[in-house]
């Protein structure tokens, strides 16, 4: 007989689901989850401060570019490389997506399909992020248009509905983080790899611990943005080069392992598969 177990989601962003979304789902298969007013547990994110009201098990999830504060939570779960124990756990934000299954089914490009027939796309809505992202979008499109989608430096007269069906018309997509901060790994670069674009990505200096140098153009490895842009335009009218990429395997390998489900759900088990008094890891006055 499985555990039931009462838990709650307190301080998550606008829409999401406390019944179903990926916590729900992976624990599902060992217990018997109740979403519960009198949690035990309760998963916290960084969209308030309601979990201060609580003397639960606290278990954060941290998607955003923050540090974690071990302080605050008994148990972590983050992008940082760090350690502390069964405290923390390594589970950067795409692996949430309910995209990621996506990215192990793709299929062999023999040649550039045709209707890749547009060059690069930028799709963004927030304006404020680091001024990188706005200035790289400017160089790339003296080179040819960068068609953009979102909100942020519209050049369409209209904003994208299906991100993925939009980008796969591009050879390239600019997957350039908010913020820039080792281990800060989020959707952008794994959006591109499922619209079978080659991602030109910015922001995780450590990317390459996740996915393969081989399958995306790392800004991270140029002294600046020209010289970005000239291998760009290398790999851009060289279609064996492009195809090269495209077809590399996406993850570097020894990241796969902790992100399977197994390996995730065996870091829950610790905290549920223990009284909750066991599994405490702060004070309740904390």
């Keep these: 007989m499985k555990k039931t177990i009462e838990i709650d989601f307190i301080d998550f962003w606008p829409g999401f689901n406390k019944e179903n979304n990926f916590f729900t789902t992976l624990l599902r298969k060992n217990y018997n989850v109740c979403i519960s007013d009198h949690p035990n547990y309760i998963f916290v994110s960084l969209f308030g401060t309601d979990y201060l009201n609580y003397n639960a098990i606290k278990i954060c999830f941290i998607g955003e570019n923050s540090r974690p504060n071990f302080t605050l939570y008994d ?24 995209h990621y299954p996506m990215l192990f089914n793709r299929l062999e490009i023999k040649q550039i399909p045709t209707t890749k027939n547009k060059f690069c796309n930028y799709i963004y ?5 680091d001024q990188h992202r706005e200035e790289f979008f400017h160089l790339l499109n003296e080179y040819k248009q960068v068609d953009s989608g979102g909100r942020h430096l519209n050049n369409l007269g209209y904003y994208v509905g299906d991100k993925l069906a939009f980008q796969n018309d591009y050879k390239f997509t600019i997957a350039f983080e908010n913020t820039s901060y080792p281990g800060y790994t989020t959707e952008k670069i794994t959006d591109a790899y499922i619209a079978n674009t080659v991602p030109i990505y910015w922001g995780n200096p450590n990317v390459v ?4 140098p081989d399958s995306f153009i790392n800004c ?11 291998y760009i335009k290398k790999v851009d009218s060289d279609d064996d080069l492009y195809l090269k990429m495209l077809n590399a395997p996406i993850f570097s390998p020894k990241i796969l392992e902790s ?17 909750v008094e066991k599994a405490r890891r702060i004070t309740k006055n904390t």
């Design 259 to 275: 992100l399977e489900e197994d390996a995730i759900l065996s870091f829950l088990d610790n905290i549920f598969s223990n009284d």
């Design 220 to 230: 991270h490895d140029f002294k600046n943005f020209d010289q970005v842009i000239e």
């Design 75 to 98: 148990y972590i779960l983050g992008f940082d490389w760090v350690s502390l124990g069964d405290r923390y756990y390594r589970l950067p934000l795409y692996r949430l997506d309910n």
């Design 209 to 212: 611990k996740e996915f393969n």
């Design 125 to 129: 809505s927030n304006a404020n992020a």
